[in-house]
């Protein structure tokens, strides 16, 4: 493959919480550019192996990784054993994410918890396999110009706060400086780390935001760019992060977001 087809090509990437929506669309897209992607999943078979068989079908790579993202010896067992496998890990996209909704006044300790512990622990442990490999493995010759990349998928809730689900923000606007802390840390050994913030993206995870035309009439309000956001839209962003097209960024945070952050309601009120 070529690099301009197959910018991934030689590459092994994991994806966490791949067997849907944004995490799904990223394992096709970076299986698509030549990368092998670890598909990871936390129970969800059916789902996993019919995105894998995609892959297949279209003549790429993917494995079924199982895994829980908040509990360490599970990544722990997810990076060694796709190492074991396929020898290196080039990429991680620190993806899975859910959401507990609540009043604050409601908020249950449980909920404030499993947010923060897939959301931001999660990615905290992903991403601390993901940098001992790079550490180990340093720049591989014709395979990229960095060690390793990691991406942080965030969200426009990293600075936009929402009632409503403040364990949510709060995990998200941890991802924000954990990415931006690990990114300084690691930028000599050449390991790449950045975040996609994406704005409102049709998946499972806010469906009554955009599956009824109320609802998507409501949330088009917050949206300049006049439409919700689809899964390839983060997927390309994903796969430019990924490459060695974005070689010299590190630390930043893509909003991906149809201009969700650019305070909408003061277009006609300045
Ligand atoms: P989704 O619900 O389809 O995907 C979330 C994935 O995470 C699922 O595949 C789920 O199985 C997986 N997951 C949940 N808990 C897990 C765990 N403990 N271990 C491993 N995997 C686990 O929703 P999505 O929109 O694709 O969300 C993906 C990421 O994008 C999340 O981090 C989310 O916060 C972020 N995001 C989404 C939007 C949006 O509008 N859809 C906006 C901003 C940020």
Avoid at 94 to 119: C, H, K, P, S, T
Avoid at 137 to 145: D, K, L, N, T
Wanted: charged share 20%; net charge neutral.
């Amino acid at each position: 493959m070529d690099a301009r087809n197959a910018p991934l090509a030689g590459q092994k990437a994991i994806v966490t919480g791949a067997s849907s929506g944004i995490g799904a669309a990223i394992a096709r897209a970076f299986a698509a550019a030549g990368a092998v992607v670890g598909v990871n999943h936390h129970g969800d078979v059916a789902a996993t192996q019919a995105i894998i068989d995609d892959i297949a079908r279209a003549g790429g790579k993917g494995i079924a990784l199982a895994a829980d993202v908040s509990v360490e010896a599970e990544v722990q067992a997810m990076v060694r054993d796709f190492v074991a496998r396929e020898g290196r890990l080039d990429i991680l996209v620190a993806n899975a994410g859910i959401q507990r909704d609540a009043l604050f006044a409601e908020m249950r300790l449980a909920d404030w918890q499993r947010v923060l512990d897939v959301n931001l622990t999660g990615q905290f442990l992903a991403a601390r396999e993901a940098v001992r490999c790079f550490l180990k493995q340093g720049v591989v010759e014709g395979v990229s110009r960095a060690a390793g990349k990691i991406i942080c998928m965030s969200s426009v809730h990293q600075v936009i706060p929402w009632a409503g689900h403040v364990n949510y923000a709060a995990s998200k606007g941890g991802v924000m400086l954990l990415m931006q802390s690990l990114a300084q840390e690691v930028a000599p050994h050449r390991i790449r780390v950045n975040a996609i913030a994406p704005g409102a993206i049709e998946t499972a995870i806010n469906r009554p935001a955009w599956s009824t035309p109320e609802a998507l009439k409501r949330l088009l309000t917050l949206i300049p760019y006049g439409r919700a956001g689809k899964v390839d839209d983060i997927a390309k962003a994903a796969l430019w992060l990924a490459s060695d097209e974005s070689d010299y960024v590190t630390g930043t945070t893509l909003f991906v977001d149809g201009g969700m952050t650019l305070y909408p309601a003061f277009a006609d009120n300045g």
